[in-house]
C-alpha cells in the first residue's frame, strides 16, 4: 500500500517539520533520536507501556455509541471516552511512554510545558509514580483559569513555574521550558504534551497516542462489523489526541479526519486560534509549521476559551494533512464550543473538557450522510473547566 502520510529520517511531513534548534541542545535531540527508536522496540519497554496503560491508566477506554446525540445530528456517533482515562485526559498515554524512556535514558529531572494544565498533570503525575523530580512551566494566564489543575500538580509534588511573557499561555510556557532545558542539557527530559517540537518529538508522542485508534479499530469491529468509521473528529491545539485517534486512518481515504480548530471570537477577529486559517510556514518551537504570524515573521498572540486550544501553530503533521487535503479543519468559535459543551452534558450525561467541546460543535459544520459512522475523541473531562462553565453561565 502506498503510505500518503509518514515522517522521513529528518523529522518530515512532506514539507513540514525537522529539527530546529539551538547548537546547546543538539546533544539531547540526538540522544533522543538516536535511542528512542531503539528503546521503544525493545520488549522490556512494551511490556511496561502495556501494564502501565492496562493497569495504570485504566485502558482500553471504552467506545460509546451516544444514542441521544445519534438521534439529534442523525448519524451514529460514538465517543472514544479518553476523559475516563487517569487523570482525565489523553495526555497520560503520552507522559507514560516518556517516563519510561527518560528513565532507560538514565534522567533525573523532568521538566513540561502545559496550557490547560492536562498535560502538567499527567507529567507530575507519572514522576510522582516513578519517584522523579517535576518542574511545569504553565502560562501565569492558565494558571488562573485552570487553578484546580494548579493545585493538582502541586499535590502531586510537581513544582509550577509560572511563564510571564507575551500572552501568558501554552507558547509562552513552551518557551520557558525550552530555555529551561537549554540550561539544563544532560540529566533532565523534557516531556512534550502535544505532536510539536524538534524530531523526534512530534513522531514519537503521536506513536505513544496511537493507541487510540489502535483501540477504536477493535472496539469498531465489534460494534459495527467494520474496522473503519466515515469520519473522526477531534480537537487540535498541537494536535496530540488528533493524531492519536487519526494514526491507523490516516492512510485510509475512505476515513474523513476532521480536525477542529478554537475561531476564538471569530476566525478573522484578531482573537482567535485557527491556525490553518490564518496562518503561514515558519518555525515554531523547534519545527517548521503553520503558524500564525506577522507580516515580518513575529508569531502572533493566540486566543481562545480553552487553555489547551490557545496556541498559535499545529504540529507538523497536521500542517501537512491539511496542505495535502488529506484532513479537513473546521474553526470553532467559544460560543458555539461552549453550547456543545452544555448539550453534550445534557444528551449524554458527560461534561466534555472545553477543548473536546469544540470538537462536538463541529457536528454543526460538517457535512456527512444519515447512516455515516462518526467517533468522536472524547479527549478530556470538564472538571477543569467548572469555572469557565460558571463565568459564561449560559446554562
Ligand atoms: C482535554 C484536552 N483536549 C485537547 C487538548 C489539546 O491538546 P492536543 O491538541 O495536543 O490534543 C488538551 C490540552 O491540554 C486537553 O487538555
Not at 485504566?58 to 476523559?83: C, H, M, N, V, W
Request: net charge negative.
Amino acid at each position: 500500500m502506498k503510505t500518503l502520510i509518514a515522517v522521513d529520517e529528518k523529522g518530515f511531513y512532506g514539507n513540514f517539520g525537522g529539527a530546529y534548534i539551538p547548537e546547546m541542545l543538539h546533544p539531547n535531540i540526538e540522544e533522543l533520536r538516536d535511542n528512542y527508536e531503539r528503546i521503544v522496540a525493545e520488549p522490556d519497554f512494551q511490556a511496561q507501556f502495556k501494564s502501565l496503560l492496562k493497569d495504570y491508566v485504566g485502558r482500553p477506554t471504552p467506545l460509546f455509541y451516544a444514542q441521544r446525540l445519534s438521534e439529534k445530528y442523525g448519524a451514529k456517533i460514538y465517543l472514544k471516552r479518553e476523559d475516563l482515562c487517569h487523570t482525565g485526559a489523553h495526555k497520560v498515554n503520552n507522559t507514560i511512554g516518556q517516563i519510561i524512556l527518560a528513565k532507560k535514558l538514565g534522567k533525573k529531572r523532568i521538566i513540561a510545558e502545559t496550557g490547560a494544565g492536562q498535560h502538567g498533570v499527567a507529567t507530575a503525575t507519572v514522576c510522582a509514580l516513578m519517584g522523579m523530580d517535576c518542574t511545569v512551566y504553565m502560562g501565569k494566564h492558565d494558571m488562573e483559569r485552570q487553578r484546580p489543575n494548579v493545585e493538582r500538580m502541586r499535590i502531586l509534588g510537581a513544582k509550577v513555574v509560572p511563564a510571564t511573557s507575551g500572552s501568558q499561555t501554552l507558547k509562552d510556557a513552551t518557551n520557558e521550558a525550552m530555555r529551561q532545558w537549554i540550561n539544563n542539557p544532560v540529566d533532565t527530559h523534557y516531556i512534550i504534551g502535544s505532536v510539536v517540537g524538534p524530531h523526534p518529538y512530534p513522531e514519537m508522542v503521536a506513536r505513544f497516542q496511537s493507541v487510540i485508534s489502535e483501540e477504536i479499530k477493535a472496539q469498531l469491529l465489534e460494534k459495527e462489523g467494520r474496522e473503519n468509521p466515515d469520519l473522526v473528529i477531534a480537537c487540535v491545539g498541537g494536535g496530540s489526541n488528533a493524531a492519536g485517534a487519526f494514526y491507523h486512518y490516516y492512510n485510509t481515504p475512505e476515513v474523513r479526519l476532521i480536525a477542529v480548530e478554537a475561531a476564538g471570537l471569530g476566525v478573522f477577529s484578531g482573537k482567535s486560534a485557527a491556525t490553518t486559517a490564518l496562518g503561514k510556514p515558519g518555525i515554531l518551537h523547534g519545527s517548521k509549521t503553520l503558524l500564525m504570524q506577522t507580516e515580518d515573521g513575529q508569531v502572533t498572540e493566540p486566543y481562545s476559551i480553552s487553555a489547551g486550544l490557545d496556541y498559535p501553530g499545529i504540529g507538523p503533521v497536521h500542517a501537512h494533512l491539511f496542505e495535502t487535503g488529506r484532513g479537513e479543519f473546521v474553526g470553532v468559535e467559544d460560543e458555539d464550543a461552549m453550547l456543545a459543551g452544555i448539550e453534550v452534558s445534557r444528551l449524554e450525561g458527560i461534561i466534555p473538557a472545553i477543548e473536546t467541546a469544540h470538537a462536538f460543535a463541529a457536528l454543526n459544520q460538517v457535512k456527512y450522510k444519515s447512516d455515516d459512522v462518526i467517533v468522536i475523541n472524547l479527549s478530556g473531562r470538564g472538571d477543569k473547566d467548572l469555572d469557565t462553565y460558571i463565568k459564561w453561565g449560559n446554562y
